[in-house]
């Protein structure tokens, strides 16, 4: 009895689990199947993205708004950028003038320059000689009783012309006059004293001993240079310095 029971409990293990193992498969199947019918689509999309372009007209007047705009935020900016200040117009000052430089009686100022002592208003400069000379003094007052003319200077002696012939120790607002003869090339010869003060400063004889550089324009008669014609140069000597006339 035991032996046949035994042999029964064999035959049916074998059955009980391919029958279980087979329901095992069938249930992974059915849960796949469902997995991959009711779960959502992996598939990706095949439609491309469509381009849509359109034109919009712009609204009247719209074209010239942003030339307005342009033009009003121009003017603000130029209205809000400070102008440069105008510049400063400092004043020249005037040139002050050197304080004169005092001599004493016998020193020549040897930066004394002749050509700058203005001309008195009755003396022509150079290029005005065309009227007629007129006599410094009537007929007789010149030597030999010829008449006397007054100098017009072609050039005014230099300093260095005259500083050889100063004599030393020559007082303040000393002068001196010589007569001299015209002769071509604006030249003179032949000069006499005709005064000097105070007397006995030897100015006079200075200034002839010098006149071989005097360049004075001769007389003249009709619009002619009258050669050999007499002339009157005066010499002052003050504390500025020698001043011919």
Known sequence: MPAVSSSRYGDRSPRRRATAIALTVAAHLLL??????????????TDEPTLTTFDVAPAPGAAAAPAAT???????????????????????????????????????????DLGTVPRQAGEASPDRHQADSVAAYGPGAGPGGERLYGAEWEREPRDAELNGYLPRG????????????????????NCRTLGEGPPGSGLARAMRQAAWQFRILPPRMGGKPMIGAWVRIRFDWTSAGMRAR
């Open 70 to 112: 342009r033009a009003a935020e121009a003017e603000r900016r130029s209205s809000s950028t400070p102008r440069p200040a105008p510049p400063l117009r400092v004043p020249t000052p005037s040139p002050i003038p050197a304080p004169p430089v005092a001599t004493t009686p016998g020193m020549l100022a040897l930066d004394f």
């Open 170 to 189: 020559v007082p303040a607002d000393s002068w001196a006059m010589i007569a001299c003869r015209t002769i071509p090339d604006n030249q003179v010869e």
């Open 32 to 45: 796949a199947w469902l997995l991959l019918h009711l779960g959502p689509s992996w598939t990706p999309s």
